[in-house]
């Protein structure tokens, strides 16, 4: 049965980390600092895994749910949703990589680093104009 929003808000943190089962293997991870993480545990090849959701309230338990659906779904066509996780966090820092290059040799950049280079030794009216 699915946790309610009143059960999940009167969720006190306790001396060590305990779970409130959700249903379909999601959980709400409840720590002693009191964050609460939604969390999933899985089998992949033989081998158990962990994925997290993101933390209560920032992840409100219908969108943990909708993301705990897709990475099942993942995982009944054969892939290991963190792994796909990992992939896509890698794709978004390269293309963000690529844009900071882009930038860095945009012509604005470049004219500005060419008008530093130039105005040494200018009277300042000069290199102002």
Known sequence: MALTIKEIKNAKPKDKKYKMLDGGGLSLLVLPTGT????????????????????YPVVAPKEARDLHFAAKRLLATGINPMAERKAEAEAKQQKFRALEREADS????????????????????????
């Open 106 to 129: 945009s012509f604005a950049k470049i004219a500005r680093k060419w008008w530093a280079w130039w105005s040494i030794g200018k009277s300042p009216r000069h290199a102002s104009s």
């Open 36 to 55: 609460k993480l939604w969390l999933w545990r899985y089998q992949f090849n033989g081998s158990e895994k962990n994925m997290t959701f993101g933390e």
